[in-house]
């Protein structure tokens, strides 16, 4: 079971301390949510605990047992997903799908794409013909996350999931949110979104800082 | 789970060619610059033979010039469109860093291509040997497509301004710079000179693949 540790860790942009002397631990198997207004570090907190960004001070490790996930191994173990994320606009989706997943050593065959695709409300058809660049911007939050669920990452960082997407959307995300977690993948979901923060186990506040 | 890193470059660069193919703005301004500056320039010379001291010269520069006109651009344009995030998430570092390398190399030795025979006619010289202008081309491309993909990775990780580019290319390309001009001279027929002006740019290459591929590791996993 893999763990992200936050010990002690400042972050500040131009100055201005964003977050100010944060423990925290999150383990495999639990939805935290990360919580707080806008503009109080959600998304820096992700980024954080991926490892795309340093802190000042302070540490912020992922553990396996007592294993400590570095480099490529860590990055090869984890999704992302963010509204500033995108995918290839010049390339069809399914180009993109395959070029993602590729990346990660997995190759899907027909049945499995339609199985994945089904999961989160995509048409199969659409996939084949039309480029990410002409998808409406919810069809493009489902693809992020049809990457995500089919990468087999076990560490899901999710930066507003639900953006962009429609009530049978969000119903997905939580239907896969609370699958993964029984599948014990460690989830962290930054949210504003009431019932995504009611689906958490966890809850990591940020409000105060 | 991880694909060898063969397999990685691989799937790279078909990326980059599939995209590279679907959006000719780059192609077009690298294209345009080389085939302006050769006819300006041959329009200059006017069909006076100069030596091959100055053919040597003139066609590194306009090599040079056409990289820069494009090679900035390689992370940069993923920054932009916001794709960089998704292949960081997504992709080994090696793969995004050889992947890129190969396919810049393919795009410049592309250029050359359709540049280098309408230098020769326009400007009419004299081509002795072909072989070792062939081999210095090929090796100064490598060196331009290796520094060219990591100063961009830099550029791009550092989040300043791209005009530092074109500052910081020139200096580290020119250990390339200067034997290929050497060597490209002795192929247009000047004084002959010694092969290890050609060891010099492979063994340069080299190092500059094999540091980029250190550094790499450290931008694209920021530890
Ligand atoms: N790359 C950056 N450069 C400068 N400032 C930044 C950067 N990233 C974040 N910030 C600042 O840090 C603060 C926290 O940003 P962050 O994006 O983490 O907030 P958030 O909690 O995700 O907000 P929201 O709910 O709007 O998504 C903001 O004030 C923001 O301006
Ligand atoms: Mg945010």
């Given at each position: 079971?893999?763990?992200?540790?936050?010990?002690?860790?400042?972050?500040?942009?131009?100055?201005?301390?964003?977050?100010?002397?944060?423990?925290?631990?999150?383990?495999?198997?639990?939805?935290?949510?990360?919580?707080?207004?806008?503009?109080?570090?959600?998304?820096?907190?992700?980024?954080?605990?991926?490892?795309?960004?340093?802190?000042?001070?302070?540490r912020v490790t992922i553990k396996e047992e007592d294993m400590v996930l570095q480099g490529e191994e860590l990055r090869m173990s984890l999704a992302y997903m963010s509204p500033e994320l995108r995918f290839y606009p010049r390339l069809t989706a399914l180009e993109n799908l395959s070029?993602?997943?590729?990346?990660?050593?997995?190759?899907?065959?027909?049945?499995?794409?339609?199985?994945?695709?089904?999961?989160?409300?995509?048409?199969?058809?659409?996939?084949?013909?039309?480029?990410?660049?002409?998808?409406?911007?919810?069809?493009?939050?489902?693809?992020?996350?049809?990457?995500?669920?089919?990468?087999?990452?076990?560490?899901?960082?999710?930066?507003?999931?639900?953006?962009?997407?429609?009530?049978?959307?969000?119903?997905?995300?939580?239907?896969?949110?609370?699958?993964?977690?029984?599948?014990?993948?460690?989830?962290?979901?930054?949210?504003?979104?009431?019932?995504?923060?009611?689906?958490?186990?966890?809850?990591?506040?940020?409000?105060?800082? | 789970?991880?694909?060898?890193?063969?397999?990685?470059?691989?799937?790279?660069?078909?990326?980059?060619?599939?995209?590279?193919?679907?959006?000719?703005?780059?192609?077009?301004?690298?294209?345009?610059?080389?085939?302006?500056?050769?006819?300006?320039?041959?329009?200059?010379?006017?069909?006076?033979?100069?030596?091959?001291?100055?053919?040597?010269?003139?066609?590194?520069?306009?090599?040079?010039?056409?990289?820069?006109?494009?090679?900035?651009?390689?992370?940069?344009?993923?920054?932009?469109?916001?794709?960089?995030?998704?292949?960081?998430?997504?992709?080994?570092?090696?793969?995004?860093?050889?992947g890129k390398m190969l396919y810049e190399f393919f795009v410049l030795t592309v250029i050359t291509v359709l540049l280098l025979p309408l230098f020769i006619v326009f400007l009419g010289v004299e081509t002795k040997e072909i072989l070792l202008l062939l081999c210095t081309v090929g090796?100064?491309?490598?060196?331009?497509?290796?520094?060219?993909?990591?100063?961009?990775?830099?550029?791009?990780?550092?989040?300043?301004?791209?005009?530092?580019?074109?500052?910081?290319?020139?200096?580290?390309?020119?250990?390339?710079?200067?034997?290929?001009?050497?060597?490209?001279?002795?192929?247009?027929?000047?004084?002959?000179?010694?092969?290890?002006?050609?060891?010099?740019?492979?063994?340069?290459?080299?190092?500059?693949?094999?540091?980029?591929?250190?550094?790499?590791?450290?931008?694209?996993?920021?530890?």
């Amino acid at each position: 079971m893999k763990m992200i540790v936050f010990e002690e860790v400042d972050k500040s942009f131009g100055g201005r301390k964003v977050l100010r002397n944060l423990s925290a631990v999150c383990c495999g198997g639990q939805i935290t949510s990360v919580v707080g207004p806008n503009g109080c570090g959600k998304s820096t907190f992700l980024k954080l605990a991926g490892h795309f960004m340093l802190p000042d001070s302070g540490r912020v490790t992922i553990k396996e047992e007592d294993m400590v996930l570095q480099g490529e191994e860590l990055r090869m173990s984890l999704a992302y997903m963010s509204p500033e994320l995108r995918f290839y606009p010049r390339l069809t989706a399914l180009e993109n799908l395959s070029f993602f997943l590729g990346l990660r050593g997995i190759a899907l065959d027909g049945r499995q794409y339609e199985e994945v695709l089904e999961r989160v409300g995509i048409l199969p058809e659409a996939v084949k013909r039309t480029r990410v660049g002409e998808f409406s911007t919810g069809m493009r939050q489902r693809l992020l996350f049809c990457v995500m669920l089919a990468s087999k990452a076990d560490i899901w960082l999710l930066d507003e999931p639900g953006a962009n997407l429609d009530d049978e959307g969000r119903a997905m995300v939580l239907r896969e949110i609370k699958r993964g977690a029984s599948e014990q993948k460690l989830i962290l979901l930054a949210t504003n979104d009431s019932r995504e923060r009611g689906a958490a186990d966890e809850a990591i506040d940020l409000s105060g800082n | 789970m991880k694909p060898s890193t063969f397999q990685g470059i691989k799937l790279v660069l078909r990326k980059e060619l599939m995209t590279g193919l679907r959006f000719r703005a780059a192609w077009a301004a690298m294209l345009m610059f080389s085939f302006t500056s050769l006819v300006c320039i041959s329009f200059a010379l006017g069909g006076t033979s100069a030596e091959p001291k100055l053919f040597a010269a003139l066609l590194w520069i306009l090599l040079f010039f056409s990289s820069l006109a494009g090679s900035d651009r390689v992370f940069s344009d993923e920054e932009a469109e916001g794709t960089l995030m998704a292949l960081r998430v997504y992709a080994p570092s090696q793969a995004v860093l050889f992947g890129k390398m190969l396919y810049e190399f393919f795009v410049l030795t592309v250029i050359t291509v359709l540049l280098l025979p309408l230098f020769i006619v326009f400007l009419g010289v004299e081509t002795k040997e072909i072989l070792l202008l062939l081999c210095t081309v090929g090796a100064g491309l490598w060196g331009i497509s290796a520094a060219g993909t990591l100063l961009s990775a830099l550029i791009v990780g550092a989040g300043v301004r791209s005009g530092l580019f074109s500052v910081l290319m020139l200096p580290v390309i020119l250990p390339v710079f200067l034997p290929a001009i050497r060597l490209t001279e002795a192929a247009f027929g000047g004084t002959v000179v010694s092969l290890s002006f050609f060891g010099g740019i492979v063994l340069y290459d080299m190092i500059l693949s094999v540091a980029a591929s250190i550094l790499f590791d450290y931008l694209w996993y920021a530890e």
